[in-house]
Every structure is written in C-alpha cells, then in structure tokens.
C-alpha cells in the first residue's frame, strides 16, 4: 500500500518546530509518517517530545548540510519501508508552519500519473508597512505565485518552493551534496524523467522573511545562486528563474505597488536585485565558492 512521508527538516529552531509538526499532525492519518531532522540538541529535544507519543520519527541530522540531511533520509526511509511506485515525499521545514488542508491540496495533484513534482504556495506573514516586508509580498505574489499560474497555463515547467513541495519517492533516490537549491535541482531533474511540474495554489505554507538587507542577502543568494548553479547538474535549459527570466518580467511588479512610498521601494528592489545577480556570478562562476560559505543561517526568519 502506499505511504505519504513528511519530512522537516529543521536547524536551531526549537522555538518553532512545534508549531510546523502540529500543523502537519493536524491533517494526516495513519496513511502518513512524520519524520524530522535536525543536528542541535535545542531543536532534538523538542521533537524527542513528539516521539515519545509516538507521532513523529527523529533521525539526527549529521550537520554538513540540508542535501546531506535530506539524501541520509531518503536512504534511511528506503531502509526501513517498503518502497511502492506511489508513495509520495512531502518535504517543509522547521520554521514554517501549512495551512490547513495544504497536505490533502498536495496529494491530490498526485492523482494524475503524469504529475512528478507539485509545489505549494508561500504566503508571507511579514508586514507590508515596511520595505523588506513589501518585498516578501511582492517577490512571493508576483515573483513566484503569479509566475507559477502563468506557467502552469502555458504547460511549462515550475521550480517548486522549498518551503512545501512534494515528489514521487521513485523518482529521486539521491541529490549532490552541495546543492544550493535542492527544491530547484529536484524540480528539474523530476522534469528531465517526463513528468510534469504541478503547483498547488492552495496549498498554503506561511512563511517569515528576511527584515533587513544584510539577511535578504544572505537568503536571496543562496536560493537564486542554486538557480544559477543548475547547469552543473540538469540538462534542461528551461529555466524559471534567471537574470534573463527575470529582466521579462520587470514591468509586471511595477502594477503591485499601492502607494508613491511603495513605488518608490519597487525601483530599489530592481537595483538591490542586480546587485543580487551579480554577486551570484561572481560567487558561482569566479570563485566557485563551496556551499557552506554561501548557505548562511538567516537569524531573522525563525
């Protein structure tokens, strides 16, 4: 029979964790497994609380990176359940929490034998009052959320979000270690085997997002340089997201702004995204930089 698994994957968020498990545990049944990995102590004792009810499976994170973490759960699950062509990954994390019925919105994409990989929706819980909180707003509802209908309309591929998204466990056994964005790489390489990308709009994961310039930085380059860096990994050039892509798009975000204030930090973000762009070239194509010293916590966000 087949099995949904739900992995979290989580790092130095005990003060969160709680609230992503439960609102999993909310909307599941028995059809479903719980699995969270972390490498801190914090983070560990809060999910040993889960498991001693029995509700949740901890497999400790060895602390070299979310790839790792993630291909040490693969392995481990294949290990320990018997794997069917049906059985569907469902993949979040530690300091998000999904809305409800998001699961169900998820697997129901799943019913048709051509979807591979399905996406959920962001939804910023920051304010819009402030100029990074408007950006979350705006990169999520037109930079992701509108691009994804636009696409999935025009029957071509979408980069699911990291935050909640959901594969087919035949499909993906493994991932490289040093992936900066494993939900982009996951999404292509599922794409590349003939399945289609679906996205979920209902299927709601709230989110909080960076609230100054040094940790949108740290966030932005680590998730748009992993879009730069699947040339190493995918033969597909279909890209969703790139320089090219986005310079397409630059005229779209102009109808979101609702104030002069708002306007005005719109044409920032253009400026504040080309130095983005440009960091990522020189970080993945000059120095090549490994993936701990682009993948940065980012402090806040939890």
Known sequence: MPMNFI??????????????????????????RVIVTAPD??????VKEYEKKNKVRYVRDDGIGKPAALNKLFSWIKNNFEVHRDDI????????????????????????PEVGVVSG????????????????????DVGAHETRLKRIKENRMIVCSGYLYAFRRSLISK??????????????????????????????????????????????RRSAGGYNQLKYFVKDKERMRSFQEESKGIFRIFKYPKSFKEFIWTIELIFYRLYLWLLIYRDINIKKKPLKDIWLRVESTK
């Open 7 to 32: 992995i979290i994957t989580a790092y130095k968020e005990e003060k969160t964790v709680g609230k992503a498990i439960d609102s999993i545990l909310s909307q599941i049944d028995k059809n479903y």
């Open 41 to 46: 102590e914090e983070t560990k004792k809060v």
């Open 89 to 112: 990954l469902i993949l979040t994390d530690g300091d998000v929490y999904v809305g409800k019925n998001a699961i169900n919105e998820i697997v129901e994409k799943f019913k048709d």
């Open 121 to 140: 929706r962001p939804i910023s819980l920051n304010s819009r009052d402030n100029k990074w909180g408007y950006y979350s707003h705006l990169l999520t």
């Open 175 to 220: 991932i490289p270690d040093d992936a900066l964005s494993e939900d982009a790489l996951i999404s292509h390489l599922v794409y590349e085997e003939g399945f289609r990308t679906e996205y979920a709009e209902n299927a709601l994961v709230y989110v909080i997002y960076p609230d100054n310039f040094k940790d949108w930085i740290k966030q932005k």
